[in-house]
């Protein structure tokens, strides 16, 4: 009598293999952040951006939402293990934000309006790949997770997508945010589980 387990053909599993090494799949959503959310009214609010060269650009809560905006549906990772999948938001592509810009700079730190910072190469902010959102499953972005605005940037451990975002700081060298000083990774790529430095 022929014995086929199912395990030898390898288990099947229900995310067609959108789960990186090491995470789990939530249908929570878990607030993670170093403090108490900051209150951030949008007739204040402005977003800014830096260049090495002393430059920048400003926009109002007005400016912004007359932008184009996009509705990425993605999958996001947080480097302590929870994995969501088709998550959807409402925002701007940083193409448009960073578009022309002169710059020489590769690397970026966002900054956040409570004091955080991370670090990531501009590259990662290009190409369809990053947003300013501020809409999460078609409701204004919840305070707790960052709103008004916040970044987003998929492909990378959530560490990355800094909530309350106040100013995406361009930078020719590599400077760490708060949890890379801290001993996270300087790239944080869930598909290869960096994790921390070294990884
Ligand atoms: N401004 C700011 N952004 C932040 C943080 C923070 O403390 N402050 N925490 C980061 C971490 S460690 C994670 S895992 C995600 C959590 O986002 P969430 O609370 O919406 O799940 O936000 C990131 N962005
Ligand atoms: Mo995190």
Redesign the pocket.
């Known amino acids: 009598m022929a014995l086929v387990s199912k395990g030898f053909v390898g288990r099947r599993r229900d995310d067609d293999g959108r789960t990186p090494p090491g995470q789990y799949l939530t249908k929570d ?7 108490p959310s ?1 209150s951030v009214a949008t007739d204040t609010w402005t977003f800014q951006i830096t260049t090495e060269r002393g430059e920048s650009r400003t926009w109002t809560w007005d400016e912004m939402a007359a932008l184009p905006h996009e509705r990425p549906t993605v999958d ?1 990772h ?3 293990k929870w994995s969501k999948l088709d998550t959807t938001w409402t925002g701007v592509s940083l193409d448009v934000l960073l578009g022309g810009l002169e710059t020489d700079a590769q690397y970026v730190v966002v ?6 910072t ?1 670090n990531l190469p501009l590259e990662d902010l290009l190409g369809g790949k990053a947003w300013l959102v501020t809409e999460f499953d078609g409701a204004p972005l ?1 305070r ?3 709103g008004p605005a ?2 987003l940037v998929p492909h990378l ?9 106040s100013r995406i700081e361009l930078t020719e060298q590599n400077e760490q945010g ?2 890379e000083r801290g001993g996270y990774h300087d790239y944080g790529d869930p598909w290869r589980e960096q994790r921390y430095q070294g990884d």
């Open positions: 959503f878990p607030v993670l952040a170093i403090g900051p996001i947080c480097v302590t900054h956040g309006f409570d004091g955080y991370t919840a707790e997770h960052g916040r970044l451990y959530f560490w990355k997508s800094a909530k309350w975002v708060f949890w």
